[in-house]
């Protein structure tokens, strides 16, 4: 798909707000984070990713774990401003399980119906958009969410470097002898196309469905070497790699640029424990680095002449 006129080049912010208990189930970190650090994804995250998409023209598409809301009436006032103010509102399950596509058809029904019914009260309308926990996604999951109108899916991450590093990551943790609380996919998705596709049935990670199916939209890696492209690698990157990631991603009809909201938390600022600042090398960056990295991405991305869209709107016009 590259080679496109900039007039039709869209770019997709998206941002997945884990709550800081997502990151300690990822690293088998014991017991669940005090305040303020529970509520700070939503309530000190959030603003500052309202402040920086303001900056530069982005509506975003915001991928809520349900439960939160529920959780929270702070961060649920938030996101409701934010969806006034033309931000989506997608889903990204209820409880965030990392396991979510071995729950079987009934728990993965409960996880979809829970955060649709919490993400519609708190947006106004009801969300089309998914995106499962931890990248990991299956023909079962796209079929719920068909049958319950959703237009696209956005949880496919094509990265041969992301999943080789997991896969390193979790086989250490288990020679120690801790278990993640993350699960290593299908080796599929390394196949998966990088370009908006419908997915085949059955087969998530395979073009072939419907024209009138979901449609799944990938985070952006590079060509070839599939890099990811999405905020920890361009935070964690030097600078000429992270201009180089950019600009590949540009060459794309879409730039599905993925984003956490621990990307923009300030580790001592937010009060995160220790223990998980020690293992997550992206919590060691300080605030004003992470801010100055999305800055020049997203001026970057204007620079280009694509146009900022939330994921919705993209799909609707792919
Ligand atoms: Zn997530």
């Not at 990713?49 to 991928?63: D, K, M, N």
């Not at 969806?83 to 729950?103: K, M, N, V, W």
């Not at 060691?284 to 146009?307: C, F, I, N, Y």
Request: aromatic fraction near 6%.
């Amino acid at each position: 798909m590259g080679g496109q006129d900039s007039a039709d080049r869209i770019c997709s912010v998206s941002v997945d707000l884990d709550a800081i208990a997502c990151y300690y189930r990822i690293h088998a970190l014991p017991g669940a984070p005090a305040e303020p650090a529970r509520f700070a994804i939503l309530r000190r995250c959030l603003p500052r990713f309202a402040e920086l998409f303001a900056r530069h023209g982005v509506r975003a598409t915001f991928f809520v774990v349900g439960a939160d809301l529920d959780d929270d009436a702070q961060g649920r006032a938030l996101l409701a401003e934010l969806a006034r103010a033309g931000h989506e509102l997608a889903s990204h399950s209820h409880t965030h399980p990392y396991d979510f596509i071995h729950l079987g058809a009934a728990r993965i029904a409960d996880e979809i119906d829970r955060a649709h019914a919490a993400i519609a009260a708190c947006a106004g309308a009801p969300p089309v958009g998914f995106r499962a926990p931890g990248y990991e996604i299956s023909g079962d999951a796209i079929e719920a969410l068909r049958a319950r109108g959703y237009r696209y899916d956005s949880s496919v991450f094509p990265s041969a470097s992301y999943y080789g590093a997991k896969a390193v990551v979790m086989g250490a943790m288990r020679v120690t002898g801790r278990k993640s609380g993350s699960v290593l996919g299908n080796p599929g998705v390394l196949f998966a196309p990088r370009a908006p596709y419908r997915p085949a049935v059955g087969a998530p990670y395979r073009a072939g469905g419907d024209s009138d199916g979901i449609l799944e939209l990938p985070i952006a890696v590079t060509p070839l070497a599939r890099l990811p492209v999405i905020g920890t690698s361009l935070i964690l990157a030097p600078a000429w790699l992270r201009r180089r990631l950019v600009a590949a991603a540009l060459r794309e009809r879409l730039f599905n640029l993925e984003l956490h909201g621990i990307d923009l938390c300030d580790a001592a600022g937010d009060d995160v424990p220790a223990a998980l600042v020690a293992r997550q090398p992206d919590l060691r960056r300080p605030l004003a680095h992470k801010l100055a990295v999305l800055d020049e991405t997203l001026a970057a991305v204007r620079a280009s002449g694509a146009r900022f869209a939330p994921l919705a709107e993209a799909a609707a016009s792919l």
